[in-house]
């Protein structure tokens, strides 16, 4: 394998432990409700579904990088429908933008690198 290869290979799944750590962590503000114990372990399960999700793409792309590609891709397209939506429902704020481009983003980034993975893989057997 190749030094780029090698960077192909392990840039997106690096990038994809950290991007899901990234999300369990903003998850702990369920901490600062004042809420039951019960109620916050339910808090903290609700807020960590995509981070759930993202970790099984993340074990099944391990293998199957177009997996990953279209799993994090399509991430970053419901994580901005989701934004729309709350757009529409509570007004346009600047920090909306920034947010969109942190996770939706990294999260195309991550896809994308996934995708020019598998291309390089699929034209090394042909």
Known sequence: MRKVNKWVFW??????ILFICF???????VFDSGLSFWQ???GLFM???PAFI??????????YEWVGGVIFILAGVVYIALLLISVLKSG??????????????LAFFI????????????????
């Open 92 to 105: 346009f704020e600047w920090y909306l933008l920034f947010w969109a481009i942190q996770i939706a983003g």
């Open 11 to 16: 840039t997106p799944r690096i990038l994809s």
């Open 40 to 42: 916050t372990v339910v």
């Open 47 to 49: 807020h960590n579904i």
């Open 54 to 63: 993202l970790l099984i793409a993340l074990v099944i792309s391990w293998k």
């Open 111 to 126: 896809g994308i690198l996934f995708m020019i993975n598998w291309r390089r893989k699929k034209k090394m057997l042909f």
């Open 23 to 29: 999300l369990a962590l903003m998850s702990l503000d």
